[in-house]
């Protein structure tokens, strides 16, 4: 999960996208980098840190000219996160002229591929999956940029959304199953392309342009072209995007996240209610979660947990002991509403148990008489493939632990979460034929039979 973002035909584009990334700081807090054109000349600026350090204390539109561009934030799946060289855009040299390109996502067979590269005598120079799809363009004999998009997708598996910027123009494009959001909207005689709609909303513009799975959209001084490179049947959206990832204003696959938590929250309350004096909410990502459920239950809700807004978010940082001392540094509990209380603790999801088991501490430590934590997911018992890191099953909370079981080692008085069947109905899913729920359940897209997870598992056993 990373945040990516363009603009082509529109004036001080590298500025504009900084804007769009700073929007969508919450989906990746490791890296950030643009890259311009400028009359068929590049520039870029790229660094660790979030957006606005990286792009602090610069004039961007001087730094980085041009009325087009492409940015991305990194939250790594895959490659070292301390390499410089695996900060993205990645740009090459082809036959048809310079290339820089974002993603989103996570190649499945990206080392298979990479292994046959090499044996061809191929020489990456970063260990991040996009430059993948640049070593496959280079080796295409594909016409113009579409068709060498569609060589290289014909050899890839698993999840992308990608941007591609050339002297000409920006191509969006987006994997046969739409795990991953793209969203695109006209900004006067311009293009902007986001991960999320927020992005859009700062600069008063709405989205417009689908990009279905398995197409491409190409923005260029002629307008927009649409091509299909596959005609999936189904789809598997990323559930956990309106779980977590996505901020509650933006619309994931056309869907308002704020609207799905909602949802979650009234069908938690009815699946796991519990007599408290006070609902809280873990912040930010499951607030909706939280006052939708103390609704439904008529129980007040507080605000007893604290967050520091100067730490980033827990579950995205690169390293567990990090992520033990983020949570320290990022929440406290306010004594004088839980003391001598019981409370209800509602968050969005529970993959390592890391966030929760200091909530229960830290509540208890102010006096609380009881703690009930209630989760807005089905317990995550298995690794995610395509774009989110999670850990190793072994490293899962719930993947070898009952609720009852899990609940009692993290210090809480009671745990319960959703089941598949809430989180599908929450989000118009019934059926089963939109969402990927792997993570959830342990069953992979039962209609893509090319994902490797057998082979995949061998490194998240």
């Not at 870029?44 to 957006?51: I, N, P, Q, R, S």
């Not at 046959?116 to 799809?133: K, Y």
Request: with cysteine; net charge neutral.
């Amino acid at each position: 999960m990373c945040g990516i973002a363009g603009a082509f035909n529109v004036t001080n584009a590298s500025y504009v996208v900084s804007l769009m990334l700073k929007a969508m700081q919450h989906r990746g807090q490791e890296a950030a980098g643009i890259v311009s054109c400028d009359g068929g000349i590049f520039h870029e600026h790229k660094g660790f840190g979030l957006a606005d350090e990286v792009f602090g204390g610069m004039d961007v539109a001087a730094r980085l000219p041009g009325t087009a561009a492409i940015g991305h934030l990194r939250y790594a799946t895959s490659g070292d996160p301390d390499s410089p060289k695996s900060i993205q855009p990645l740009t090459a040299s082809l036959r048809s002229g310079t290339v820089a390109v974002v993603h989103n996502g996570n190649l499945t067979n990206y080392r298979e591929r990479r292994g046959e590269l090499e044996e061809l005598g191929a020489i990456f120079a970063s260990g991040s999956d996009t430059e993948l799809f640049l070593h496959l363009m280079a080796r295409s004999r594909g016409a113009d940029v579409t068709a060498m998009l569609t060589d290289a997708f014909g050899k890839t598996e698993g999840a992308w959304s990608l941007l591609a910027l050339t002297k000409d123009g920006i191509h969006a494009a987006v994997d046969p199953l739409g795990f991953r959001p793209l969203a695109a909207a006209r900004m006067g005689d311009g293009y902007l392309f986001a991960s999320e709609t927020c992005a859009f909303d700062l600069l008063n513009v709405r989205p417009s342009l689908p990009i279905g799975p398995g197409r491409i959209v190409a923005a260029s001084a002629a307008g927009h072209s649409t091509a299909s490179y596959a005609c999936p049947a189904f789809t598997r959206r990323c559930s956990f995007e309106h779980i977590y990832f996505s901020r509650p204003d933006s619309h994931a696959f056309g869907v308002s996240s704020q609207e799905v938590r909602e949802r979650l929250g009234t069908l938690l309350a009815a699946r796991a209610p519990v007599a408290a004096d006070l609902v809280t909410a873990v912040p930010d990502s499951s607030n909706a979660v939280a006052l939708a459920y103390a609704e439904a239950l008529g129980i007040p809700f507080r605000f007893a947990l604290i967050r520091n807004h100067y730490t980033g978010r827990t579950f995205i940082t690169p390293k567990q002991t990090a992520r033990e001392l983020g949570v320290r540094m990022k929440l406290n509990a306010v004594r004088s509403v839980v003391h001598g209380k019981s409370v209800a603790v509602v968050d969005d999801s529970l993959v390592r148990g890391t966030t929760a088991a200091k909530v229960a501490a830290l509540l208890k430590d102010a006096g609380a008489r009881a703690v009930h934590l209630r989760i807005g997911s089905p317990p995550v018992i298995h690794p995610c493939f395509w774009g989110i890191d999670t850990p190793r099953r072994s490293e899962l909370a719930a993947a070898s632990a009952s609720p009852e079981e899990l609940g009692k080692a993290l210090g809480l008085d009671s745990l319960a979460y959703l089941t598949v069947d809430d989180l599908k109905a929450a989000l118009g899913d019934q059926a089963g034929g939109t969402y990927c729920t792997t993570c959830f359940t342990g069953r992979p897209p039962s209609d893509a039979p090319d994902v490797p997870v057998g082979d995949l598992l061998k490194d998240r056993s």
